[in-house]
Nanobody, 123 residues
Framework: QLQLTESGGGSVQGGGSLRLTCTVAGYDLRCMGWFRQAPGEDREAVAAINTAGEAQYSDSVRGRFTITRDNDKNTVWLNMASLNPEDAGVYYC???????????????????WGQGTQVSVSS
């Protein structure tokens, strides 16, 4: 099975930027996604990308975040800009069973998950 590891989280001021990295061991071609969860809140989708590099975003991050991947490097990134306190939480990298992402970014459709990386945004 796949093993996913996130890195790049940290603390930034509002308006700042971070880049999260997800490395995948045992990688094969899958739809990959980024999700986040604030304390006491449900996990929510942030972005997803299929094996062809076609990306989709939640409305709350579209235009500010960019998801990219390099299949040869077994790596997925999430570039986050114009961060605000509502973006804070634990960010998780996840993989589906298929290369397609479709339009559904429900966490329940993603089988493999990393341990998460913390993102804090101060006002």
């Amino acid at each position: 099975q796949l093993q996913l590891t996130e890195s790049g989280g940290g603390s930034v001021q509002g308006g700042g930027s971070l880049r999260l990295t997800c490395t995948v061991a045992g990688y094969d071609l899958r739809c990959m996604g980024w999700f986040r969860q604030a304390p006491g809140e449900d996990r929510e989708a942030v972005a997803a990308i299929n094996t062809a590099g076609e990306a989709q975003y939640s409305d709350s991050v579209r235009g500010r975040f960019t998801i990219t991947r390099d299949n040869d490097k077994n790596t997925v990134w999430l570039n986050m800009a114009s961060l605000n306190p509502e973006d804070a939480g634990v960010y998780y990298c996840a993989a589906r069973e298929t290369w397609r992402c479709g339009t559904d970014m429900s966490p329940t459709t993603f089988k493999y998950w990393g341990q998460g990386t913390q993102v804090s945004v101060s006002s």
